[in-house]
């Protein structure tokens, strides 16, 4: 029923730097390596750059893609189990990918968390 418009799908809702570790992919399980990690959040998905001035040059550079999550279906916890690391969320998506994002500034992993949170509930689950 919830019907997303091209130009809300490319606005971006949040962006900013977290710690950031893939564990899984499709469901096979990665060995941890944290890095930092540009992320760009719209309505349905999140984008993983290396520098912030990525995502303005990405149209220049044919070849290169960003990594991106799809959020539609994905989940979002926190987590104290996955790493020993303070303040730490993950994102499980329906093909299986997992990721742990990270911040020690309470308040910017809170906004990230909710509007993370937020963009999954307004998607239609699948
Ligand atoms: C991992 C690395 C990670 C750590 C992880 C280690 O070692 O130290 O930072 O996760 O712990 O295995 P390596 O670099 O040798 O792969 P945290 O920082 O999130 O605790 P884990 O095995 O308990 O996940």
New binding site residues.
């Given amino acids: 029923t919830d019907i997303i418009s091209s130009q809300e799908q490319t606005v971006v809702e949040k962006e900013g730097y977290l710690l950031k ?1 893939k564990i899984a992919d499709g469901g096979k399980k990665l ?4 890095s930092t990690s540009w992320i760009v959040l719209t309505a349905q998905k999140i984008e993983f750059y290396k520098e912030s001035k990525q995502p303005a040059l990405v149209s220049l550079k044919p070849g290169y893609k960003p990594e991106c999550v799809d959020l539609c279906g994905a989940f979002i916890e926190w987590t104290t189990e ?4 303070k303040n730490v969320f993950q994102i499980t998506t329906v093909s299986g990918n997992e990721f742990l994002l990270q911040s020690d500034i309470d308040f910017i992993i809170l906004d990230w968390f909710h509007a993370i949170k937020n963009a999954i509930d307004r998607l239609p689950k699948e």
């Fill in positions: 570790a060995r941890k390596n944290w996955k790493s020993s690391r």
